[in-house]
């Protein structure tokens, strides 16, 4: 008896410990990928030596400057205001902002973000106008930050960043901002500094900075304002603590933006690091707004985030960090057009050093080298671009220039896709292979019982993605944060199972009689063969169903897109120690998302058996017992070409 029991839970025990090493493998694939991603490390570039493409003729009423790649500089101080968490809304609903005094004399944008986390700011990009694919530093989890990530001191000190440019030219600087904000910049760099717990309201650190900038000054001052953000995060974007934040923040900003502050001599930039109430399309947006010595009032434009820190180089006259990736907002300035020839031709050496040493970097043949059309024609609007300036033809520069920053950028990502598909026609052939072997073996075994639970997995593993599409997300980390990926679906794998049982449950009889007709019938006084014997209920087939589904769901939710991910960037990234040279983020998300649900998958195929096995069950009640048909004997069919003679 016990001989009988255990051979019946032999299948069950079998069952729960495929499915315990499938959610272990797939909860251990998401920690590993997660570690390999927010391992990067800062992409060390061996970029070019600052030069000018100015020298050495420069027009007969310019002075050249003092050092290669500087410029006139527009202003004698900017002071650059970054709030931690202002979105729009905020800017909105702030009365300094809305003034029409104000409105009349100020200008903006709207700023494009790569991605960014509440508990990592966007410091580095805002100093050196790299974006994550440069810098890395990306944390996928805020509220369990990972060791291996590289911290802000470490990716600025591997790039040039705004307050090393300011005191190569020898010009002041000051900080007025949080502990972990002073903690990332070098001490060598700035020459002031005063730090500020993140809760401390904006008007305290506002009268901090009003009263140094009134005394002693620095031509650029970064000043931290992070109270609003801090009870955001804290209490919720629309409690009474974050209010209470606007209202403070809006009594310091009014301070920064009035005659205070001496517009006449000064330029306010006032920028957010992020905002997760505004997305457009998979990316986040954040305001800009500008005042002061040397802006042009006008109507808001669209931007980078990475644009701020070549905007603040060109103000100040000073080089551009050699890692930017951004552009001068240049319609926000009012500068003659001499000035902004000269400084869009320092930004297009400054981008073709960088993408020639992304390029050496990644091991990949110059562009120019090979002839490239766009490449030449880059080439030759920057000698234009030099033409036109000498001869003190300024007007077309900027548009000239223009073409080659689309250029450099464009070719920097299509220099990452060159270094990812190195090989990719050798991976393609294991890939192939992989992912056509189980439907080769379904094809061979042609059991209907198996096209029945690959059809149903199929259907399973698709709903999460059509859910996921129809709440309005989008497949990218700025979409939606990663611990909420992981919590959410396991109620989109719990929906998706339920819908892929319900096709087994419906055909199942279906598939019973197709194998029934396959395997054929022996009758021999009407007694059947032991092993075409059918049961009374078919739990065991039904079972062997689940076990099957759990096998399809692991194929098409897991295993396609870890080949897919192996075919386009060369790893398993959950299977490898060491840290890509380059990272996938934003392209990574969609493995995430399907490891999530295999996950979820697994959990729920767990109840899966006897959640159909129940089902059947009650439809069998309600339809009644149906006899089975039986066949006619072949020796008792009438035979119509024949017929019967009765011999007398």
């Known amino acids: 008896m016990l001989r009988l029991w255990l051979s019946r839970l032999r299948g069950p025990f079998f069952y729960l410990v495929v499915i315990a090493i499938l959610a272990g493998g797939a909860y251990y694939s998401l920690s590993g990928m997660r570690t390999s991603l927010e391992s990067y490390q800062p992409l060390q570039l061996e970029v070019a030596p600052v030069q000018s493409l100015i020298n050495p003729v420069d027009p ?9 790649g500087t410029t006139a500089p527009l202003t004698n101080r900017v002071v650059l205001v970054v709030v931690n968490g202002l979105g729009l ?8 902002l809305q003034d029409e005094t104000f409105k009349r004399i100020s200008t903006g944008a709207y700023l494009f973000t790569d991605p960014v986390e509440p508990g990592a700011p966007a410091l580095v990009t805002l100093l050196t106008g790299a974006n994550v694919e440069l810098t890395g530093g990306i944390q996928l989890d805020p509220t369990h930050p990972s060791d291996n990530t590289p911290t802000p001191r470490q990716q600025l000190n591997q790039f040039d960043n705004l307050f090393g440019m300011v005191k190569a030219n020898r010009f002041t600087s000051a900080l007025f901002g949080s502990q972990p904000w002073f903690e990332a910049l070098p001490p060598a760099t700035l020459d002031f ?3 500020f717990d993140p809760r401390q309201p904006s008007t305290d650190i506002t009268d901090n900075a009003l009263n140094f900038l009134k005394k002693r000054s620095a031509n650029f001052t970064l000043l931290q304002l992070g109270a609003l953000g801090r009870a955001q995060q804290d209490y919720g974007l629309n409690s009474n603590q974050a209010r209470l934040a606007r209202q403070n923040l809006n009594t310091a900003l009014s301070r920064l933006i009035s005659d205070e502050m001496d517009l006449r001599h000064t330029t306010v930039i006032i920028t957010g690091d992020w905002d997760d109430s505004v997305k457009a399309g998979d990316r986040w947006t954040v305001p800009l707004l500008m005042v002061g010595q040397a802006v042009q009032p006008g109507e808001k434009i669209m931007g980078r985030q990475e644009d701020v820190a070549s905007t603040v180089a060109a103000l100040l006259g000073i080089q551009i960090p050699r890692q930017n990736q951004g552009r001068i907002l240049s319609s926000l300035l009012s500068m003659p057009a001499v ?7 320092a930004l297009a050496e400054q981008r073709q050093a960088l993408d020639v040493a992304y390029r050496e970097r990644l091991g990949l ?5 090979v002839n490239d059309s766009a490449a030449v024609e880059a080439e030759k609007n920057v000698k234009l671009a030099q033409q036109n300036y000498r001869l003190g033809s300024y007007d077309g520069i900027v548009q000239v220039v223009d073409s080659v920053l689309r250029y450099t950028r464009t070719d920097m990502e299509e220099a990452q896709q060159e270094w990812f598909a190195q090989n990719r026609w050798q991976r393609a052939i294991l890939a192939v292979v992989l992912l056509v072997l189980p439907l080769l073996l379904l094809l061979i075994w042609r059991s209907a019982l ?11 593993t698709t709903l999460p993605y059509l859910i996921y599409w129809v709440q309005g997300q989008h497949f990218a980390f700025n979409s939606i944060s990663l611990p909420d990926l992981f919590t959410s679906s396991l109620s989109r794998s719990a929906v998706g199972l339920a819908v892929g049982l319900l096709i087994p449950l419906f055909f199942f009889d279906w598939a019973e009689k197709r194998r029934a007709r396959r395997s054929g019938r022996v009758d021999l006084a009407y007694l059947q063969m032991v092993q075409l014997r059918r049961p009374l209920f078919p739990g065991r087939r039904l079972f062997n169903c689940c076990a ?22 060369g790893y398993f990234a959950p299977l490898i120690d060491q840290p890509a040279l380059l990272p996938a983020h934003n392209d990574s998300f969609l493995l995430f998302f399907a490891l999530d649900h295999a996950f979820g998958f697994a959990i729920m195929m767990v109840a899966a058996p006897v959640v159909l096995i129940t089902l059947y069950w009650f439809k069998r009640k309600l339809r009644g017992k149906v ?5 006619q004997d072949i020796l008792k069919k009438p035979r119509p070409e024949t017929s019967i003679v009765k011999v007398s």
């Open 89 to 96: 809304d905020d800017v909105e609903a702030m009365p300094a």
């Open 450 to 460: 198996a096209f029945l639970a690959a059809f149903a997995a199929l259907v399973a």
């Open 548 to 569: 099957l589904l759990l096998g399809w769901m692991t194929y098409f939710n897991a295993f396609v897109w870890l080949v897919w991910y192996y075919w386009r960037y």
């Open 60 to 68: 007969p009423d310019k002075t050249s400057p003092n050092q290669p």
């Open 627 to 631: 006899e089975e048909e039986e066949e």
């Open 193 to 195: 500094y005063t730090t």
């Open 365 to 369: 043949v110059l562009p120019l080298a």
């Open 339 to 345: 000035d902004q020839g000269e400084k869009f031709l």
